[in-house]
Structure formats: C-alpha cells, structure tokens
C-alpha cells in the first residue's frame, strides 16, 4: 500500500523527479568512473614493465634506478662496465639480459640504446609485446626505430633522417651521423612512446669522434668505415634481467648488490613500481574525495527537493492524516519515496557508466594508453550503490520527520 502510494506520487511530480534521479545517477556514474580510472591508471603505472625479473644499474636509490632505465627521467649516478655486465649475463640463474645505454636526445625525447633482445623481452600491460605499427626493427647500424609519441609529435614517417642531440637539452650534435627511421611502434601508453631507440653499437658508432663531450676538430669518420669497426660498449646504462626461475630471484639479487668490483643495484620493478606509486598516488585520494564530495550534493539536493515540494503537498499530506493515515504512514511514504529514487539513481549512474566504459575504453587506450577493464560489478561498487540508497534513506528523514509533525488543521490552512 506504502510502496504504491509513494510510487504514485513519484509520477505525479515526474519532471522534478526525474531531474534528481539524473543527479544522483551522474554523481554515482562520476564516483564509480573515478574509481575505474584510479583502478586503472594503477595497473597500467605497475603494467609498464612486466617479465622482466630484475633492473640493474649503478648503486643509487630503487626509485631513481626505476625512474631513469624505465621511465627516462633523471639521469644515472654512474655507469656499469662493460665486463660487470659480461659477468652477470654470465651468471648460471641469467635466462635473458638486455643492455639499455641512455643520455642522447633527440628534440627533447630521450634516445636509448639497446639490442634487438629489447624488441623481445620488453613486455608491458601483463605480457604484451611491442609491436611494430609501420617499418622494421634495426637492421642498419644507423637504424631507429621511434615510439608512436615520437612519430606523431614530429610528424615523422618511415626513411626521415633523425640528428641525435648529444646529451639533453643540449645543443651539440652528431650531425655527421644521421640516423634513418627505420620503424615506428604501436602506441603502448609506456615511456617507450616517447623513446627513440637505437642500437647499442650506434651509440659507440656516433661518439668515435667525441672526446669530452665534443667532437674532435677536423676529425669525422665515414659511415661506411664505422660500420666495419669493432663497436662493443664500454659501459651501459642499466640492464633488464630476466631469469630462469623466480626461486633464484633473489640469490641473483643479492649477488648482485654484493658484487665486489664495483658497486651495483639490482632491484625488483614491481617492489619499486609500488614504491613510486605510493609517492605520486596521492592524487587518487583527492579524485575520490571529490567525487564523494559531488554524490553529497547530488543527496543534499534530494533532500531539499522533498523539502520544497513538502509546501505544495501539505493539502496531500493533510488529506492522507484525515482518511487514517498515522503520521509514521506519512514519515515511511516519503523515506520510500527517496530510496526509489536514490535506487533509480544509481541504477541509471551504473549503465551510464558502462555505457561510458564502452564508449570510452577504445579511445582512452589509443590516446593515452590507459586500459580500462569492462567486467561486472564488483563487490566494492554494489556496497558504494547500497551506500547512497542507504544515504538517500537518511537525508529523506529530515523533511519526513517535518511532516510527520504536521497537523491535520495546517495542511487545511490556506496560507498566502
């Protein structure tokens, strides 16, 4: 009987109904995409290295190591030898070991040197391989192979001839060397969007006539004769490992930051991912504070839409008292009438935000990188709408308790 009457007065007032069923619906779409996105910006941040068991580079800090061999920001305090990375690949635990050589740029995108084992066992988003959108991997010694941001910033195409900057930001460069773009990545949402990668022999290649951070007077060495010249690494930046069982992990961690010739780190990407994340994470807590912020309002303005419409149904209310209606009758037609609505609400806010997650997931992938996951509600997401159902209850009972309080002769009263 409650539930009809309070259902029959909902349509009665359809129009401002409706608009706060919108509200709440767009405020529960808004929380519930925010945790999405939060959900999914976090995994894509601890998804942009995996496979690979170990990053090693000089001894500094795991953040920074982590920053610099995967992220290009910062630079190494040190180098590691070409023989202590001859030693650890050597070791028996050692499946896979790929160098990474860093400090050119090319207009401000940072260019790195590395093997063609990169291309292999590079993997990111829980095992995805890089993939070739256009072109081919190094085949020359003056082959490039640029991420997608690169291609699409510089307008860049395959065959253009790219200038490498020695250093960052500076103004030298190996203009006697020019490299070929050779191929162009498919977009990954990982820094190796923004990366220009070359071979390790290249970067040996373009700094034979470099003493000093210039290049030697009168002295420029033809590409044909570098190509023909023994080109093995000095030094490397840091170095991905992978190894042969997860058992040996950490004995291989362990050696490594014990090795005597010269002092190293070996860290665990996804230990100092979390690291990281625990730093630039914030921001998630203040998006959902102000999502939460924005379900509020949308229940505060429920509330004062049943406050408003309290004056224009005091002849309603008065009517219900004088055909026997008990005043806790009136106080729960109301309280219903708010759980319908706040039930409806985020109801509607749940398929506006799968309808956004469909829409949205293609373009948030190809654009930033950014992989949503489109699965049931879960758990969490059924007690946040329980939540405001529960909240609508509560924020209804101020209004209804008014007109519990109201009398019989003072819904009768005509007041002007």
């Known amino acids: ?159 253009d001839p790219i200038i490498v900057a020695h250093g960052l930001a500076s103004f030298a460069e190996h203009k006697d060397q020019p490299f070929r773009v050779s191929g162009i990545l498919k977009k990954t949402g990982t820094p190796i969007d923004r990366t220009v990668i070359v071979s390790m022999e290249a970067i040996e290649a373009i700094h034979v006539d470099w003493q000093g951070g210039a290049q030697v007077q009168g002295q420029a060495t033809p590409a044909d004769e570098l190509r023909q010249m023994e080109l093995t690494p000095k030094a490397v930046t840091a170095a991905l490992v992978g190894v042969k069982s997860p058992l040996q992990i950490f004995r291989l961690q362990r050696a490594i930051n014990d090795y005597g010739q010269e002092p190293l780190l070996a860290i665990l990407p996804g230990v100092a991912l979390q690291e990281l994340w625990g730093i630039v994470g914030i921001a998630e807590t203040a998006l959902l504070g102000v999502s939460f912020m924005v379900v509020v309002t949308a229940l505060i303005g429920m509330m004062a839409t049943i406050f408003s419409s309290l004056n224009e149904r005091r002849r309603e209310m008065a009517i219900f008292r004088a055909m026997g209606a008990r005043p806790a009758t009136i106080l729960s037609m109301l309280v219903l009438e708010a759980v319908v609505m706040a039930a409806l609400g985020a109801l509607l806010g749940l398929g506006l935000l799968y309808l956004g997650l469909f829409i949205g997931q293609p373009i948030l992938d190809r654009e930033f990188g950014l992989w949503l996951v489109i699965d049931p509600p879960s758990l969490r997401e059924g007690w946040v709408m329980l939540a405001v159902i529960a909240a609508g209850a509560i924020v209804s009972l101020v209004p209804a308790i008014r007109a519990y309080r109201l009398s019989v002769a003072d819904g009768m009263v005509v007041k002007t």
């Open 1 to 159: 009987m409650i539930l009809r009457l309070a259902i029959a007065s909902l349509f009665a007032r359809a129009l401002t109904v409706g608009m706060t069923i919108l509200a709440i619906a767009l405020s529960v779409a808004l929380f519930l995409g925010v945790e999405k996105i939060r959900t999914g910006a976090k995994a894509s941040f601890a998804d942009t290295i995996s496979g690979t068991d170990l990053i090693v580079g000089a001894r500094s800090g795991s953040v920074q190591l982590l920053l610099y061999s995967v992220f290009r920001i910062g630079n190494a305090t040190n180098n590691v030898t070409w023989q202590s990375y001859q030693d650890i690949a050597a070791r028996s635990e050692v499946d896979w070991i790929v160098p990474i050589s860093l400090g050119d740029s090319h207009r401000q995108f940072r260019v790195m040197g590395t093997s063609v084992a990169f291309f292999e066992h590079y993997k990111y988003r829980q095992g995805r391989s890089l993939e070739v959108a256009n072109g081919a991997i190094l085949s020359d010694l003056f082959d490039t192979v640029i991420g997608a941001d690169v291609a699409a910033v510089l307008g860049y195409e395959i065959g």
